[in-house]
Nanobody, 120 residues
């Protein structure tokens, strides 16, 4: 069973930085991509960034500049570095993993999320 465990969230002052981590385990098949999404209270879940197994990255337009996604394929881990945090970055940050099985079907898995709270 695939499990995604996020860590690194917390309470931080505006202008600070955080590095989120997400470790995937129980993978049967190959990881196509991993990514980060976030969901603020009362808001829809939104994409932050994706990284493919080949290292290609994609960011939501509003996330370009302060967010950096990276990964360690050998450890099935994805990271999100967030700099110059703003109060509007306050959200639950969720890890997503796309796994391709032997037949080519792709499955999407989610972590429980890690809370990021930015105080002004």
């Amino acid at each position: 069973q695939v499990q995604l465990v996020e860590s690194g969230g917390g309470l931080v002052q505006a202008g600070g930085s955080l590095r989120l981590s997400c470790a995937a385990s129980g993978i049967i098949g190959s990881i196509n991509a991993m990514g980060w999404y976030r969901q603020a209270p009362g808001e829809q879940r939104e994409l932050v960034a994706l990284i493919s197994s080949g290292g290609s990255t994609r960011y939501a337009d509003s996330m370009k500049g302060r967010f950096t996604i990276s990964s360690n394929n050998a450890e099935n881990t994805v990271y999100l570095q967030i700099n110059s945090l703003k109060p509007e970055d306050t959200a639950v940050y969720l890890c997503n993993c796309l796994v391709e099985n032997w037949s080519g079907r792709i499955y999407s898995y989610w972590g429980q999320g890690t809370q990021v709270t930015v105080s002004s």
